[in-house]
């Protein structure tokens, strides 16, 4: 006979009423398997059947068999058969359950069915923990994985930033050196007027791509912000140089408008990184508007923060476009004929600095009105 372990019942024979509760547990509507084992083959039976449950008595012998039980097969019911004298014994021995004796059938039933229930629902989270075990070893093992592969990647991305970056550094010195050098001497050859101004797009150029090289370094960088108190004009008066260093044209940086009120609280953040966000947002404010057009840098204080926003009131953004103007390298206009320069890393600049502070950054924007970026930084610890 073909045993079901979760029907089948060991009973030490030598326990009293043993057979009894064996007939009681055998017939309709139970139907267990109730196999009488004796005393010295108990544990031998246990470990080669698994049963559901153990029946025993409440002698001597059968609490010591009761403790050996326990200590090997810690998720099996023992339920021990004792008179009203001995229930604390069997307690003590480790007995799932006591049935007083002599044993009253339904009370059998009811005990007995209890226990293998129990016992079934033990089993079934040994499962489903064996089950977790084992898949949370498969994501750890999936985990280091990723993680070598994210530090071959980073070491990868570091050899090629450090690389590329010199190579591109190197030659664009040389060119801005020669250029200053060609700016100095032509300034004193007023026969070579006509070619100041071919100087001057040179200069304008060098510039740029050093304001496109910067951008790509810091795309490609991982950033390492402190956070620290400042005032919100330090960080607008850096973007503000870093863009009279970018724009040779003194009439674009000109029409850039700071306010920000003197008395505004200490906010906490890294002030260089916000710089160079207000630096992204106001140099592409100024490429997007027309010339004289004001762009502003507005702080204001409000409940939960100091609201920083750059305005303009240039050509504005289509609705369909302000999920992709963040994405690396993406472009407003990207036409071979389009009149702005650059290669689309300043909003993605932005986005990067500004989540790695955990600042998240708002956008609203009329095609052919213009447009304002937003973003909200917490005040500075009082203390």
Not at 239 to 267: D, F, M, N, Y
Request: proline share 6%; net charge negative; aromatic share 6%.
């Amino acid at each position: 006979m073909t045993l079901n372990i979760r029907r089948h019942i060991v009973v030490a024979d030598s326990a009293q009423f043993a057979e009894a509760v064996a007939h009681m547990l055998t017939r309709r509507p139970m139907s267990y398997q109730v196999q009488l084992v004796p005393d010295g083959a108990v544990l031998r039976e246990i470990e080669h059947s698994r049963p559901a449950l153990a029946i025993l008595s409440a002698s001597d012998p059968h609490r010591k068999l009761c403790r050996q039980i326990k200590r090997r097969f810690d998720d099996l019911p023992v339920l021990i058969l004792a008179d009203p004298d001995a229930l604390d014994g069997a307690v003590k021995a480790g007995a799932d359950d006591v049935a007083p004796l002599p044993p009253r059938e339904a009370e059998i039933r009811h005990r007995v069915e209890t226990l293998v229930q129990l016992h079934e629902r033990i089993l079934a989270l040994e499962t489903h923990n064996r089950e977790l075990e084992l898949a949370i070893e498969a994501q750890q093992a999936e985990l280091e994985i990723l993680r070598r592969e994210s530090r071959d990647i980073g070491v990868l991305k570091r050899s090629i930033k450090e690389n590329v970056m010199h190579e591109i550094k190197t030659p664009l010195l040389q060119m801005k050196s020669a250029i200053t050098m060609l700016d100095v001497e032509m300034r004193d050859a007023p026969e070579l007027e006509r070619f100041y101004k071919f100087l001057d797009y040179a200069t304008q150029a060098v510039s740029r791509l050093e304001g496109i090289v910067q951008n790509i370094a810091q795309l490609a960088a991982a950033f390492s912000f402190k956070s620290e108190p400042f005032r919100v004009i330090d960080a607008a008066n850096t973007a503000l140089r870093q863009l009279g260093r970018s724009w040779t044209a003194a009439k674009k940086v000109s029409q850039i408008e700071i306010q920000i009120p003197e008395k505004l609280p200490l906010v906490q953040a890294d002030r260089n990184g916000i710089g160079q966000v207000l630096y992204q947002l106001a140099e592409n404010a100024l490429k997007f508007s027309p010339e004289g057009q004001p762009v502003r840098i507005v702080a204001t204080a409000e409940s939960n923060g100091v609201r920083v926003a750059v305005i303009d009131w240039g050509i504005g953004i289509d609705p369909e476009l302000l999920r992709t103007i963040f994405e690396e390298f993406y472009m407003i206009d990207p036409s071979s004929t389009r009149p702005y320069g650059g290669v689309g890393v300043g909003l993605a600049v932005v986005k990067v600095i500004l989540d790695s502070l955990g600042i998240e950054i708002e956008v609203r924007s009329i095609p052919g009105e213009g447009s304002e970026f937003s973003f909200r930084l917490p005040f500075a610890p009082l203390d």
